[in-house]
């Protein structure tokens, strides 16, 4: 592996603990989870996809994602985060 590839996994890996460790701060585990319940972060490499999956992967970002049937007037706007 290059050091791009290892810089980019190591990189990859920070940012999934610092969005794991947001979102349960934010919405609290899953079994308590009242607005989104976040199940998890993974790393994967674009190599594992093809762009067929990863267009079907696209709709479920976390902006579309609510337990709340109504409005999203609880969601802390990005910079709150």
Do not use: N
Request: aromatic fraction near 8%; charge should be negative; hydrophobic fraction near 35%.
């Amino acid at each position: 592996m290059s050091q791009y590839g290892a810089d980019a996994i190591k990189t990859a890996q920070e940012a999934s603990i610092k969005v794991t460790d947001i979102m349960l701060k934010k919405f609290g585990p899953p079994e308590d989870a009242k607005l989104i319940e976040f199940q998890g972060c993974e790393v994967v490499p674009d190599t594992e996809f093809r762009l067929s999956q990863i267009r079907r992967m696209d709709p479920w970002r976390i902006g579309y994602l609510s337990l709340k049937q109504d409005g999203t007037e609880h969601f802390s706007p990005e910079t709150q985060l």
